[in-house]
């Protein structure tokens, strides 16, 4: 892994599995499923789930600093472990709540790359007991800006013409579906793009394996065919904001980028606003893309 531009934030399973029981190191899972860390997890990890632990549902927005203090102290996590994060679905919701770490500005994070996946398929064990650690010590931050997109900086952002990367589903991207069918009550009024919005889906970063693609693929994927900069700056966005975190994540750790934030409102907000423009279709960029089409 030493290609990447950030080898340190991967980890192996290998790794992951000599550090299981290193009092410095703590494993943290997270799914879209929740089942899954009941029926077994990797020995000593901790549950952090994307919904119930790291979003307050009453502004519909994360957690607020002491919030997450909390969470940390509460897993055993202090200012200076070492968190690695693993899940399911080749790790969007380890991506996503490493970028919830790194929006209150916890150093020490890594993934494990493959996931869940590749935990299983090298044929490793997995435990039924849930954990648990003394209370730590935490103090975070308050949020950090550079790494999250709101919805009126998107909006600036779009209309400067700045890359913009839509990380769905080609049908999604297209605005032929308007919603995942996995998620009925998670859909937009609306379907389409962000003007000017490069689709590059979210699978086209992993290997079968769930582990990421090397760094000579994800180089020609998204800085030769798609012709993105390392140096400009750069939002990506999905559907909620789990898949584009992924894509962040391989943006900003694997491939060096400099300014990439993830825009985690995503198509849910931007679908169902007042006021902003939309593109269907299979181009960035149509002549009759207007504001409120």
Same mark, same amino acid.
């Given at each position: ?6 080898? %340190? ?23 879209? %499923? ?29 957690? %607020? ?22 899940? %399911?679905? @080749? ?21 494990? @790359? ?23 010590? $935490? ?97 990506? $966005? ?23 934030? @993830? ?31």
């Amino acid at each position: 892994m030493a290609e990447y531009a950030d080898p %340190d934030v991967l980890v192996s399973t290998d790794w992951v599995a000599e550090h299981q029981n290193d009092p410095s190191v703590r494993i943290v899972e997270s799914n879209e %499923d929740r089942a899954l860390y009941i029926q077994g997890h990797i020995p000593g990890a901790v549950e952090i789930d994307w919904l119930i632990d790291l979003q307050d549902q009453n502004v519909r927005d994360y957690v %607020d600093r002491v919030g997450f203090e909390k969470i940390c102290r509460d897993n055993g996590i202090s200012n200076d472990t070492t968190v690695v994060f693993y899940g %399911d679905q @080749n790790n969007w919701w380890a991506c996503y709540a490493f970028w919830v770490f790194k929006l209150y500005g916890h150093e020490r994070c890594k993934i494990m @790359n493959g996931g869940r996946k590749k935990w299983q398929l090298d044929g490793r064990a997995w435990s039924t007991d849930r954990v648990s650690y003394p209370a730590a010590t $935490y103090t975070a931050p308050e949020q950090d800006k550079s790494v999250r997109a709101l919805r009126d900086e998107v909006l600036k952002h779009q209309k400067a013409g700045k890359a913009l990367i839509d990380v769905r589903s080609p049908e999604e991207y297209r605005g032929e579906r308007l919603h995942m069918p996995e998620y009925p009550n998670e859909g937009a009024v609306r379907g389409g793009h962000i003007p000017g919005a490069v689709n590059i889906p979210w699978p086209l970063s992993v290997n079968e394996d769930g582990t990421f693609k090397s760094a000579k693929d994800l180089e020609k994927l998204y800085c030769k065919t798609n012709h993105l900069k390392r140096r400009s700056p750069t939002i990506a $966005y999905c559907r909620i904001g789990e898949r584009s975190s992924l894509t962040w994540f391989v943006l900003k750790y694997l491939l060096g980028f400099g300014n990439v934030r @993830n825009y985690d409102g995503s198509w849910l907000e931007w679908g169902n606003s007042v006021g902003v423009p939309i593109v269907k279709g299979p181009e960035p960029t149509a002549a009759s893309a207007a504001p409120g089409a």
